[in-house]
């Protein structure tokens, strides 16, 4: 479904804690922190080799959301039927545009509530869907 944002979204000053996984850019840690949010690169905190799994379970113990341009985080959770943590998938070609980046910054502003309580969000070209967890078939 496409997202509404409720009232009240999050500001810079709401603890929202990232994980961005591998694939994706280490400069971001930069980008977001200076945005207000508390981001990590997996590659700072973990195997480099470590498997989705492992990475989703870290997320999990240590209270983050992944952020990823890997499709396996919302299967594993399908899947799973797991209630977290929460994944940001960015399905755009090219995840170093603007683009990407401003809408990633509004969905991490306006629906924290939804990740906080679990979600899937799948960032596309020019829109976003959310899947409230655990994902039911």
Known sequence: RRLAPRRGGASARTTVKLLLAMNLPPAWVTWLAGEG????????????????????????????????????????????????PSVIQLRAQDVLSARVRVQLSYVLRNFAGQLTSGALIVIDSGRNRLRLLPIHP
């Open 37 to 84: 949010f508390d981001v990590v690169h997996w590659s700072a905190v973990g195997d480099p080799r470590a498997t989705d799994a492992q990475i989703m379970s870290w997320a999990a113990t240590n209270g983050r959301w992944v952020v990823t341009h890997d499709l396996d985080f919302g299967t594993i959770l399908a899947v799973t039927r797991a209630t977290g």
